[in-house]
T-cell receptor
Framework: KQEVTQIPAALSVPEGENLVLNCSFT??????LQWFRQDPGKGLTSLLL?????REQTSGRLNASLDKSSGRSTLYIAASQPGDSATYLC??????????????FGTGTRLTIIP | DGGITQSPKYLFRKEGQNVTLSCEQN?????MYWYRQDPGQGLRLIYY???????QKGDIAEGYSVSREKKESFPLTVTSAQKNPTAFYLC?????????????FGPGTRLTVL
C-alpha cells in the first residue's frame, strides 16, 4: 500500500529565505508526482507535475525534484514571500491493489512566511 | 474561464437526511473524482469516473453514491448511511487518466451534520 509522508507538518521562515519542502513515498512504482497548494478553506491549486521519467520541473520561483528510486521529492521555493503562506501537499499516482488508478496524498506541510 | 465549480460552498444537514453536492467542469475533461478531506489526514478518494455512464468506488465509498450522466457533471450524494459525513469535500478532474495527467480541483464544499 502506497504511503506518502510530508515532514515537517508545519514550517515558519522569515520572508526572503529560500526553503525546501519534503515528500517521501514508500512504493517507487509511480507514474507521476504532483505538488499542490491549498489556502485555508479552499480547494487545491496544482503547482507542478513531474512525470516518473523526469528529474525536475520548474515554474517561476518553484522547483520540484523527483528521485523515484529513493522515494523522495522536494519542492524548493526561492525568495519566499508572505503570499507563499499556505499548506503544500504532494501526491503520487499509481495503481491500487485492485488495479485502479489513483492519487495518494500526503497530509501536507503548513508553511508560514514571516514578514 | 475554464474550471471546476462546486456548490454549495457550505452545507448543513440533519442526521438521517441525504444531501447532494454538485460538481461541474467546463474543461472538457473525461475523468472526474470526489475526495474527502479531514483535519490531519490526506485526501481520500470516494468515487471516480473515467467516462460518462461509468464510475468506480474509491477507498471510502460506503455511504456515498454518484452518477455520471453528462461529461460535465459528477454529483455526489451523501446518504444517511455515512456514519461521519462532516468533512470538506473536493471534486477534481483530469484530461483522461490520472496516471499521466494533471489533476485540477474545485473550491470544495464544507458539509456539517447538525
Amino acid at each position: 500500500k502506497q504511503e506518502v509522508t510530508q515532514i515537517p507538518a508545519a514550517l515558519s521562515v522569515p520572508e526572503g529565505e529560500n526553503l525546501v519542502l519534503n515528500c517521501s513515498f514508500t512504493d517507487s512504482a509511480i507514474y507521476n508526482l504532483q505538488w499542490f497548494r491549498q489556502d485555508p478553506g479552499k480547494g487545491l491549486t496544482s503547482l507542478l507535475l513531474i512525470q516518473s521519467s523526469q528529474r525536475e520541473q520548474t515554474s517561476g520561483r518553484l522547483n520540484a525534484s523527483l528521485d523515484k528510486s529513493s522515494g523522495r521529492s522536494t519542492l524548493y521555493i526561492a525568495a519566499s514571500q508572505p503570499g507563499d503562506s499556505a499548506t503544500y501537499l504532494c501526491a503520487v499516482s499509481g495503481l491500487s491493489n485492485f488495479g485502479n488508478e489513483k492519487l495518494t496524498f500526503g497530509t501536507g506541510t503548513r508553511l508560514t512566511i514571516i514578514p | 474561464d475554464g474550471g471546476i465549480t462546486q456548490s454549495p460552498k457550505y452545507l448543513f444537514r440533519k442526521e438521517g437526511q441525504n444531501v447532494t453536492l454538485s460538481c461541474e467542469q467546463n474543461l472538457n475533461h473525461d475523468a472526474m473524482y470526489w475526495y474527502r478531506q479531514d483535519p490531519g489526514q490526506g485526501l481520500r478518494l470516494i468515487y471516480y469516473s473515467q467516462i460518462v455512464n461509468d464510475f468506480q468506488k474509491g477507498d471510502i465509498a460506503e455511504g456515498y453514491s454518484v452518477s455520471r450522466e453528462k461529461k460535465e457533471s459528477f454529483p455526489l450524494t451523501v446518504t444517511s448511511a455515512q456514519k461521519n459525513p462532516t468533512a470538506f469535500y473536493l471534486c477534481a478532474s483530469s484530461r483522461y487518466r490520472v496516471l499521466v495527467n494533471e489533476q485540477f480541483f474545485g473550491p470544495g464544499t464544507r458539509l456539517t451534520v447538525l
